[in-house]
Nanobody, 116 residues
């Protein structure tokens, strides 16, 4: 079965950096686009970044452009989110997402807290 496992979250000061990882299994990873979403308390889940199956194209939410970078390693079945210049408003639970066939799959999420 499809499984997505996020890691790398934590507490970081404003201006700091974190790299999130999402390990995927149960499907042919290299055939599917991957996405990172986030959900802050009291807010709807929002798309942060997306990457095509071979990593040739990416797109980002306006709020993270120039600060976040999505990448993937198809040999390791892993997608990453490098987050730099973090702000307090980046505090959220970050989720990895894959749409395989007609179904959307989610990881359990990893908490990112940006605070001094």
């Amino acid at each position: 079965q499809v499984r997505l496992v996020e890691s790398g979250g934590g507490l970081v000061q404003p201006g700091g950096s974190l790299r999130l990882s999402c390990a995927a299994s149960g499907f042919t990873f290299s055939r599917f686009a991957m996405r990172w979403y986030r959900q802050a308390p009291g807010k709807e889940r929002e798309l942060v970044a997306a990457i095509t199956s071979f990593g040739t194209s990416t797109n980002y939410a306006d709020s993270v452009k120039g600060r976040f970078t999505i990448s993937r390693d198809n040999a390791k079945n892993t997608v990453y989110l490098q987050m730099n210049s973090l702000k307090s408003e980046d505090t959220a639970v970050y989720y990895c997402n894959a749409e395989v066939g007609s179904l959307a799959y989610w990881g359990q999420g990893t908490q990112v807290t940006v605070s001094s």
